[in-house]
């Protein structure tokens, strides 16, 4: 059994996609906060792309290290939040460092609310 953590990065099947959306197998990192990952058999992942020449804003330089195991430095596509079945998920790749995933939950909050406070109420 696969088990599943934030901050993994999987080898991930993408196909069959459409249009812009990212195709073939390619690594993505898990962001779906962990308590949650058990209750759904779907996991919420952001692409990561070896295309590292034109980044867009919002983009995170990934540069390859012996915890993420990438085989380059790539880009971690903040902008192509998605969620997809954990079949599609093929094989555990590495993991990033807590301070890169502290900037992927930067750039999420600014990509969802660009820079305005959110008063949370529970």
């Given at each position: 059994?696969?088990?599943?953590?934030?901050?993994?990065?999987?080898?991930?099947?993408?196909?069959?996609?459409?249009?812009?959306?990212?195709?073939?197998?390619?690594?993505?990192?898990?962001?779906q906060?962990?308590?949650?990952?058990?209750?759904?058999?779907?996991?919420?992942?952001?692409?990561?792309s070896?295309?590292?020449?034109?980044?867009?804003?919002l983009?995170?330089?990934?540069?390859?290290?012996?915890?993420?195991?990438?085989?380059?430095?790539?880009?971690?596509?903040?902008?192509?939040?998605?969620?997809?079945?954990?079949?599609?998920?093929?094989?555990?790749?590495?993991?990033?460092?807590?301070?890169?995933?502290?900037?992927?939950?930067?750039?999420?909050?600014?990509?969802?609310?660009?820079?305005?406070?959110?008063?949370?109420?529970?």
């Amino acid at each position: 059994m696969k088990k599943f953590q934030r901050g993994q990065i999987w080898l991930v099947n993408f196909d069959p996609s459409f249009g812009h959306e990212y195709k073939k197998l390619r690594p993505a990192l898990i962001i779906q906060q962990q308590k949650y990952i058990t209750s759904s058999n779907l996991l919420t992942i952001i692409p990561i792309s070896s295309k590292i020449e034109n980044p867009t804003v919002l983009d995170i330089i990934l540069i390859k290290d012996n915890q993420n195991r990438l085989m380059k430095d790539s880009l971690i596509k903040t902008k192509q939040i998605s969620s997809f079945d954990k079949r599609r998920f093929i094989k555990l790749i590495g993991t990033i460092k807590d301070e890169i995933l502290d900037n992927v939950d930067k750039n999420i909050y600014l990509f969802l609310y660009g820079d305005q406070e959110i008063k949370l109420k529970l």
